[in-house]
């Protein structure tokens, strides 16, 4: 479940909404482009531009809709649980036991506790036939988790090589977890980049995921 809030030209409206409604969501957000931000706690922000017609003149104003999950899933997407995750995703039979109380598939088995930590935090959704599958929450929070961005300090003043003279330099680096890197002359280029590179992923993992839900 997610908190759900509505921003419009009237304010703001609060709400909850179930996995069935944020994939809706997120859904018509791939097909109509709008911006997609996918956040480290599971949720996401979809924003846009509406525009509406009075006489002869265009009113443009934007609107949104964020997704806060219930249970927040950042500090719970530890390296062990990430492994189990991945494990539960990497397999089409992957099974919850309610007699052992463990997550099987194929080979493996995940233990009581870590099925126990899965289940409590939200991390897995378990149908009426006892198949597994990683939430909507996790899905997202382990992709975030792997693209969190910063843009480093301007190197600031320093002395060339061979030279006397000190120099000041503004340049900074825009950086994401999954390996993405741009040298940029200031930190308010840095940032563009990488709200650029996320505005990209974002979207191309938005749109794979809408697509395999909607398969699943």
């Not at 382990?142 to 600031?156: K, M, Q, V, W, Y």
């Not at 040298?183 to 280029?189: A, L, N, P, S, V």
């Amino acid at each position: 479940m997610f908190y759900e809030t509505v921003t419009h030209p009237g304010g703001t409206t609060e709400g909850n909404a179930n996995e069935g409604h944020a994939l809706w969501l997120l859904r018509r957000a791939v097909r109509r482009r709008f911006d997609i931000d996918l956040t480290t706690d599971g949720g996401m922000l979809i924003s846009w531009t509406a525009h509406r017609q009075v006489g002869e003149s265009v009113t443009s104003y934007p609107r949104s809709i964020r997704l806060r999950p219930h249970l927040p899933v950042a500090k719970a997407l530890t390296d062990a649980t990430c492994y189990d995750l991945l494990l539960i995703d990497s397999a089409r039979d992957a099974r919850y036991s309610s007699v052992q109380r463990v997550v099987t598939g194929g080979a493996w088995r995940i233990p009581p506790a870590a099925t126990a930590r899965l289940r409590a935090r939200g991390l897995v959704v378990v149908d009426d036939d006892h198949q597994v599958r990683q939430s909507l929450t996790a899905r997202i929070g382990l992709f975030a988790r792997s693209h969190r961005t910063r843009t480093t300090d301007p190197e600031g003043h320093y002395y060339p090589p061979g030279e006397g003279a000190r120099r000041y330099s503004a340049a900074s680096v825009a950086i994401c977890e999954c390996g993405f890197a741009r040298h940029c002359g200031d930190r308010t280029e840095a940032r563009r980049h990488i709200a650029g590179h996320r505005h990209d992923v974002c979207s191309d993992f938005a749109r794979s995921l809408v697509g395999a839900l909607a398969t699943a």
